[in-house]
């Protein structure tokens, strides 16, 4: 069917599976959402454990929201109402709508997963349009965007990379920031010591060693 072949292609946005979700409300009982975490559980785990549940629970809440155009049928017919042609139509397209964003969201989560293990600079191509995927979860197209987009990623981390020598200072000394101290520094030039400006016997007062010059006193007369 061409209307499947739209709705599992990519997942909604956020905003548009609550607009079509809100036609069909789920019924407010339990078994229509999914289950939170318990309390006594919550402090016991880790982290990254509730972080996982979490996205679980997302996952979980985008294939039940399915059920809310059912549930509405199934309670038309319990209750032997007559159901119009356009509301029986909006339903069953709100349904199928809404699981085909559920399985969108498995498949842009199986990619990731994959993704991992070949080459994380590419993350961002699994979240397009799969158009041509056919029956893989990638499609053969895929390795002609790859390469296209590796491609870019190398050129821009090839002018990244000269973008950060050229304002470290790799090339011309001048450039560096400690050959910048060489070309306008004391080493770049003859420069008198300070002893010398103190005057010329100051220095020999202060040898390298760094202990001072011990003079014999002066005999008094």
């Not at 309670?75 to 199928?96: H, M, P, R, Y």
Request: proline share 7%; glycine share 6%.
């Amino acid at each position: 069917m061409k209307f499947l072949e739209t709705v599992v292609d990519k997942p909604l946005k956020n905003d548009k599976r609550k607009a079509v979700a809100s036609k069909f409300p789920l019924p407010s009982c339990d078994p229509a959402h999914p289950p939170k975490l318990d309390e006594s559980i919550v402090c016991l785990v880790p982290k990254a454990a509730k972080s996982y549940d979490r996205f679980l629970s997302k996952l979980q809440q985008f294939t039940m929201d399915a059920m809310g155009p059912l549930a509405f049928l199934q309670e038309q017919i319990d209750k032997k109402a007559q159901i119009d042609s356009d509301t029986l139509k909006s339903a069953v397209k709100s349904s199928l709508t809404l699981l085909g964003n559920a399985a969108a969201h498995f498949s842009v989560e199986r990619r990731k997963c994959i993704m991992k293990h070949l080459n994380s600079d590419l993350k961002p191509l699994v979240e397009t349009h799969f158009p041509e995927r056919g029956p893989h979860l990638f499609g053969e197209s895929f390795g002609a965007r790859a390469k296209a987009a590796a491609d870019g990623i190398k050129a821009l981390k090839g002018i990244q990379s000269m973008s950060m020598k050229r304002f470290s200072g790799s090339g011309d000394s001048k450039f560096k920031p400690q050959g910048r101290r060489q070309y306008w520094g004391v080493h770049s030039y003859p420069q008198k010591s300070v002893f010398r400006r103190l005057g010329p016997t100051s220095q020999s007062q202060f040898p390298s060693s760094g202990k001072f010059k011990k003079f014999p006193k002066k005999q008094q007369k």
